[in-house]
């Protein structure tokens, strides 16, 4: 099964960092800070589980937030992926 997610990424210490910044009502259309990835469960082993769009969602996530295990625990912000998250916005099925 093939979906489309929406994402984006969030730094937690910068007030000026663009995605931080966005309200209003038309933020997601043409937005270049949203990245699209296309997925398939069949051929991706890290989502090759997942049911729905809740289970893409969740892993997809845990897998870019946790790059570092437990590490991240131990040192917030000071591993691999530093001071930014990953957000999906949406997930769509294909």
């Excluded at 929406?6 to 933020?27: A, E, H, W």
């Excluded at 997925?39 to 946790?66: A, G, M, P, S």
């Amino acid at each position: 099964m093939k979906y489309k997610v929406y994402s984006c990424s969030f730094n937690l210490t910068d007030t000026n960092y663009s995605m931080n910044k966005m309200q209003g009502d038309n933020v997601l259309k043409e937005n270049p800070q949203i990245r699209t990835q296309i997925v398939d469960t069949k051929t991706n082993n890290l989502l090759k589980n997942c049911k729905n769009e809740f289970d893409i969602e969740d892993q997809y996530e845990h897998f870019w937030n946790r790059l570092n295990g437990e590490n991240e625990l131990k040192t917030p912000y000071q591993t691999t992926n530093k001071f930014e998250k990953v957000k999906v916005i949406r997930v769509v099925k294909l």
